[in-house]
T-cell receptor, first 109, second 116 residues
Framework: KNEVEQSPQNLTAQEGEFITINCSYSVGISALHWLQQHPGGGIVSLFM???GKKKHGRLIATINIQEKHSSLHITASHPRDSAVYIC???????????FGTGTRLTIIP | DTEVTQTPKHLVMGMTNKKSLKCEQHMGHRAMYWYKQKAKKPPELMFVYSYEKLSINESVPSRFSPECPNSSLLNLHLHALQPEDSALYLC???????????????FGQGTRLTVV
């Protein structure tokens, strides 16, 4: 079992829909990252969370440390949001990020 | 400047070639990373440099040789690669704090490497 599990693996939605991507992890962490990767490669860091909730534009990320669970929400989704969204955690006492397998999001106009 | 710049963006090399990948950041970050990413897989950590010293080598074959000449630059020297080494190579950096690095990681756009 992976230390970081994401769901769903693939998600297709209509433009304007509210999107939720989930991330569960099994170890104690000092931080959780949500990353976005478009086709062609480059990774953009969306959020880094250690507690609570963060919002940036149409993106909202929440984390529940007790339940070892985080969600990434996208409001009013747009085709340009189509990308792979990756959850990554930094376990306590570890310099390395542990990555989830990603969620491939496709927004249809 | 919150960018991590990688060059080249694309590289095709033969199995007998020697080439280098370059990564640069000017955010004052003292931790820099090399990752390898195969298609439809998450990134895999290769190396971590902390204060210009190699702190993690994830059992990477010696045909990959990292170098950190100063706090802004990270190189990955490639020699005698195999076709299975073809992948996206990503560089990242983060602020280095005492103990665990729980700060945001900034990634470059990657170098797409094809070994023929």
């Amino acid at each position: 079992k992976n230390e970081v599990e994401q769901s769903p693996q693939n998600l297709t939605a209509q433009e304007g829909e509210f999107i939720t991507i989930n991330c569960s992890y099994s170890v104690g962490i000092s931080a959780l990252h949500w990353l976005q990767q478009h086709p062609g490669g480059g990774i953009v860091s969306l959020f880094m969370l250690s507690s609570g909730k963060k919002k940036h534009g149409r993106l909202i990320a929440t984390i529940n440390i007790q339940e070892k669970h985080s969600s990434l929400h996208i409001t009013a989704s747009h085709p340009r949001d189509s990308a792979v969204y990756i959850c990554a955690v930094r376990p306590f006492g570890n310099e390395k990020l542990t990555f989830g397998t990603g969620t491939r999001l496709t927004i249809i106009p | 400047d919150t960018e991590v710049t990688q060059t080249p963006k694309h590289l095709v090399m033969g199995m007998t070639n020697k080439k280098s990948l370059k990564c640069e950041q000017h955010m004052g970050h003292r931790a820099m990373y090399w990752y390898k990413q195969k298609a439809k897989k998450p990134p895999e950590l290769m190396f971590v440099y902390s204060y210009e010293k190699l702190s993690i080598n994830e059992s990477v074959p010696s045909r990959f040789s990292p170098e950190c000449p100063n706090s802004s630059l990270l190189n990955l020297h490639l020699h005698a690669l195999q076709p299975e080494d073809s992948a996206l190579y990503l560089c990242a950096s983060s602020q280095r704090t005492t103990g665990v690095m729980n700060t945001e990681a900034f990634f470059g756009q990657g170098t797409r490497l094809t070994v023929v």
